[in-house]
């Protein structure tokens, strides 16, 4: 069992910054890739980034490449997800998962994440 819980959600300006965590706990950490995803009103929920679990590979959508990054730390349990010069866009719930079975990826299916935390909303004003 992984318990996930995501922090650092706001409201901020457009070209603004925020860095979300997410805070696992269970299983051992790195042992497996972890995931953002993020869904706005009325809208599906779309891959956002991913990191394996050594954290040597990443994966970004293309509407994120060069403004956010993900990050891990293994030692503290919590990956990160810098998101800089931030659109209205953007304005989202974003959810951190975990995929247990894919150490050494950074998948872009929400179908191989197997646990997911709440969300935190993130909301940038024009």
């Known amino acids: 069992q992984v318990q996930l819980v995501e922090s650092g959600g706001g409201l901020v300006q457009a070209g603004g910054s925020l860095r979300l965590s997410c805070a696992a706990s269970?299983?051992?950490?790195?042992?497996?890739?972890m995931g953002w995803f993020r869904q706005a009103p009325g809208k599906e929920r779309e891959f956002v980034a991913a990191i394996s679990g050594s954290g040597g590979t990443t994966n970004y959508a293309d509407s994120v490449k060069g403004r956010f990054t993900i990050s891990r730390d293994n030692a503290k349990i919590t990956v990160y997800l810098q998101m800089n010069s931030l659109k209205p866009e953007d304005t989202a719930v974003y959810y951190c998962a975990a995929d247990t079975t894919g150490w050494d990826r950074a998948t872009v299916w929400d179908r191989e994440y197997d646990y997911w935390g709440q969300g935190t909303q993130v909301t940038v004003s024009s």
């Open positions: 269970g299983r051992t950490f790195s042992g497996y890739a």
